[in-house]
């Protein structure tokens, strides 16, 4: 494949690892009607991360096998959502991790920041770098380990890296749609950039771009793209000035991180809907979705970057400015859930909150029984919690199988629930004719909590009361976690007693909103709380422009273009 004309501008000299300049030429050419590399091609329809000749890792096999094992292994740092054991729970977003450190090796930072945050997503991963005069992206479907190695992080050198790790919230799970997005800018500088969150103007923001003959996506689908086009197309006069003229027209959630050449920014929007925080490091500064990848390298918290702040850290140092008055909103969902229990967010520990939010629970809903087990890792905070509260003995009624891929890969409901006895195994000694409380951290659809009971029933348990460690999900999110459909939660159509007969326990118990609230030590006027309580706190769009998919539905394409003229 012919380098790109544009390449120039980007590489003066070929990166040594051919790997790194297949993605670089497919990455760098804004303006090809079809961008992607005839190497980069899904042998398998059915699983785009499939990803042959250009195998990263030998794991993904491109074979006929693989339609039962084409979910990644199974990668656990430790974290509750790489436990998740079903598609029912609600899927992380991105994680994004920035590095301006002269002299340091910044793309191996940023993998392991990346290492961290890989329960944030596991659908993709990416590293761009510059060293001052070119930007290089490397980027494919899979988990950091899988994507990265030492020969590829060593062709990333510079002093400026910015990292993502993808899950898909908006546009399909394909290598286009990887992050850092890239884009040459209107004076031929190169732009990388990552984006943990969704915006509600997408469509607005399409539409405004068609109309300025902003260049065509290079294939991708997403609004992080979007972004980066426009950034790009309107830095004519410099990239300071296209940020700060694009910023307060994003509408939702951003926390963004992105460089050219010369400088780290990080931005984050008026909410602060998802988190973004600051360290230093010895020899430069680190930027990251949480506190617990400023600590695996070795970076000291500085603070969260604000609400509507940006902040560009280069040879001058570190400026910050704000481009939007700030009315924050954090997700509380990242309390319960989303984010490390070793992650401190708006200075209070997540696994602190949950263990707070277990002890709320005991009170809010006893139960009369003989142990209290979580359901590992989610539940496990919360149990304990429980445990103490109540006076209840915990223990471990559960064991995790790590090896197994997560069910969302078998097609049928009932394969699906089947799949849960691959993930999880009842320790039949310790239940045997126990009355247990049973600890999860959120109900989504309900099939893995109504497949446990049935497993823990079977294995001998005589009374199965199911706690829940958040209130009933009722509303889908729109700020960057993808849940099932309003119509697909279970408890959008049905009461608390509907949803304990669904899942066949003797007792369930959500803890209340007020008491997660109280749990995270923060004001609830400073939370977003949308998908328990229906209020959300950005206004959306008309139900037409937005969605998952709105950028590939060339329907809502031509419509939004139509509404504009
Ligand atoms: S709707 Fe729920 S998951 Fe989404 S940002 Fe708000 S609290 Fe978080």
Not at 313 to 338: H, N, T
Not at 448 to 475: D, F, K, N, Y
Request: charged content about 20%; glycine content about 10%.
């Amino acid at each position: 494949m012919p380098a790109p004309k544009n390449q120039a501008s980007h590489s003066a000299s070929r990166p040594r690892d051919p790997r790194v300049a297949r993605r670089l030429e497919t990455v760098a050419s804004p303006v090809s009607p079809n961008p992607v590399s005839p190497n980069l091609v899904s042998l398998n329809p059915v699983s785009p991360n499939l990803v042959s000749p250009n195998l990263v890792s030998p794991n993904l096999v491109s074979t006929a096998e693989s339609q039962v094992g084409t979910e990644m292994p199974h990668h656990d740092p430790g974290h509750n959502s790489a436990e998740r054991h079903d598609d029912t729970g609600p899927r992380e977003e991105c994680g994004v991790f920035g590095v301006w450190a002269p002299g340091e090796e910044v793309a191996k930072l940023a993998y392991f920041g990346l290492f961290a945050l890989q329960h944030r997503g596991q659908e993709a991963a990416g590293i761009a770098v510059s060293d001052g005069s070119r930007v290089l992206v490397f980027k494919d479907l899979g988990l950091v380990s899988q994507v990265f190695d030492e020969q590829v992080l060593s062709s990333l050198a510079g002093h400026i890296a910015v990292g993502h790790c993808r899950y898909s919230t908006t546009g399909s799970s394909t290598w286009e749609n990887a992050q850092p997005a890239f884009c040459t800018t209107a004076t031929g500088s190169g732009l990388a950039l990552g984006h943990n969150g969704n915006l509600v103007n997408t469509a607005e923001l399409l539409a405004q771009a068609r109309k300025i003959g902003v260049p065509t996506r290079n294939g991708a689908s997403t609004d992080s793209d979007l972004i980066t086009e426009l950034l790009a197309a309107a830095a004519d006069t410099g990239l300071d000035n296209a940020v700060r003229r694009l910023l307060p027209q994003l509408r939702g959630a951003f926390s963004l991180i992105f460089c050219d050449e010369g400088t780290l920014y990080a931005a984050r929007d008026p909410h602060g809907v998802r988190p973004l925080v600051l360290g230093r490091l010895e020899r430069g500064w680190a930027v990251a979705s949480e506190t617990a990848a400023l600590d695996i390298v070795g970076a000291d918290f500085v603070r969260e970057v604000e609400p509507g702040e940006l902040l560009a850290i280069d040879a001058s140092g570190l400026r910050s400015s704000r481009f939007a008055d700030p009315d924050p909103k954090g997700c509380v969902f990242e309390y319960v859930y989303l984010a490390r229990p070793d992650t401190t967010i708006a200075g209070r520990g997540v696994h602190a909150t949950r263990l707070e939010v277990g002890r709320r629970l005991a009170q809010e809903h006893p139960a009369d029984a003989d142990l209290v087990i979580p359901v590992p890792e989610s539940g496990t905070p919360a149990a304990i919690g429980y445990a103490q509260g109540s006076g209840i003995p915990y223990g471990k009624g559960l064991v995790k199988n790590a090896y197994v891929g997560r069910t969302f890969i078998q097609p049928s409901q009932t394969i699906r629930q089947l799949g849960i006895r691959l993930k999880l195994n009842p320790l039949r000694d310790v239940i045997r004719g126990k009355r247990l409380v049973v600890v999860d951290d959120s109900i989504v659809r309900g099939n893995t909590q109504g497949a446990l009971v049935r497993m823990l029933r079977e294995a001998g348990a005589i009374e199965v009361h199911v706690r829940i460690a958040s209130p009933p999900v009722r509303w889908p999110c729109f700020y960057g976690i993808d849940f099932a459909s309003r119509a697909e939660l279970i408890a959008t159509g049905a009461d608390v007693d509907g949803v304990r007969r669904t899942i066949g326990a003797d007792s369930l118990g959500y803890v209340s909103l007020a008491g997660l609230i109280a749990a995270s030590e923060q004001p609830a006027s400073r939370l977003c709380t949308a998908c328990f309580d229906g209020r959300y706190p950005i206004p959306l769009p008309p139900s037409e422009s937005i969605g998952k998919h709105l950028l590939e539905d060339l329907d809502a394409v031509a419509r939004v273009s139509s509404l504009t003229r």
